[in-house]
């Protein structure tokens, strides 16, 4: 078993705990919810719950599928031991039907499909409100180098073009997704989670948004999104 030790970090959504193994991290799963930068702070109920096992089946999927992870394994309802990743201050955001920030800065009407996906990468800074960046500006200040930049563009599109169907078969459209991607012994491997509180996730049928969406924009019924989204990931396709 596994000794937790040392709190290193706490974010918005998880806490990291160094381990008996150097290598090694718990990584604890919060039920605090933040939107607009941490503007917008409350909870949500089991969320933390929700996001570990929604995240394990999905990193079970993709590994499965060849795509490196720094899950390890689940270890308890709110805990997942990882890998110990030096992760590039870059977030990798895959869209494929337009929504959010992309409909009000570039005025595409919500729900268009974007045929390709599009990709986009933000700097992971809170003080600066994760701006968007380029790979120019990823190679002017150094968050990682050409190769590692392709790598981390080739595997958000696999990412993707495994997760489209795998939700698709559960009766959820992917709209959009946010990833991070983290340095291992040379390796680009993904880190950080998949969840409600990273993807864009639409009912096939309705188009009922069952996402932090919901958080966002006052919908209600966020508790039950996310367990009806949990509901459908662990259990076997539907459809």
């Known amino acids: ?56 089946r ?42 959010g920030s992309l409909t009000k800065n570039l005025g595409i009407p919500e729900g268009t499909e974007l045929d390709p996906p599009v990709l986009e990468f933000c700097y992971k800074n809170d003080a600066l409100g994760d701006p968007q960046i380029n790979e120019s500006h990823i190679r002017a200040m150094k968050l990682a180098t ?42 680009v491997v993904l880190g950080d989670e998949i969840c409600p509180d990273t993807c864009r996730l639409w009912d096939a049928r309705t188009r009922e948004k069952m996402d932090k969406d919901r958080f966002r924009r006052d919908l209600g019924k966020v508790e039950e999104a996310y367990q009806e989204v949990c509901r459908r990931v662990c259990e076997e396709a539907r459809v």
């Open 58 to 99: 999905i990193f079970r999927h993709l590994a499965e599928h060849g795509i490196p992870t720094h899950m390890v394994e689940r270890i308890s309802d709110r805990e997942m031991l990882v890998k110990r990743l030096k992760i590039f201050p870059i977030e990798v955001i895959v869209r494929n039907v337009a929504a």
């Open 146 to 187: 050409d190769a590692q930049i392709g790598r981390i563009k080739e595997l958000a599109l696999r990412i993707n073009a495994l997760l489209r169907p795998f939700f698709a078969e559960r009766g959820m459209i992917l709209v959009d997704f946010k990833l991070e991607f983290g340095d291992h012994g040379g390796d």
């Open 1 to 56: 078993m596994t000794e937790r030790r040392e709190q290193i970090y706490e974010g918005k959504a998880k806490r990291l705990y160094t381990t008996d193994d150097p290598d090694l991290l718990i990584q604890f799963f919060k039920d605090d919810a933040t939107a607009f930068n941490a503007q917008k702070r409350g909870t949500i109920l089991e969320k933390g719950i929700v996001n570990n096992k929604v995240s394990e």
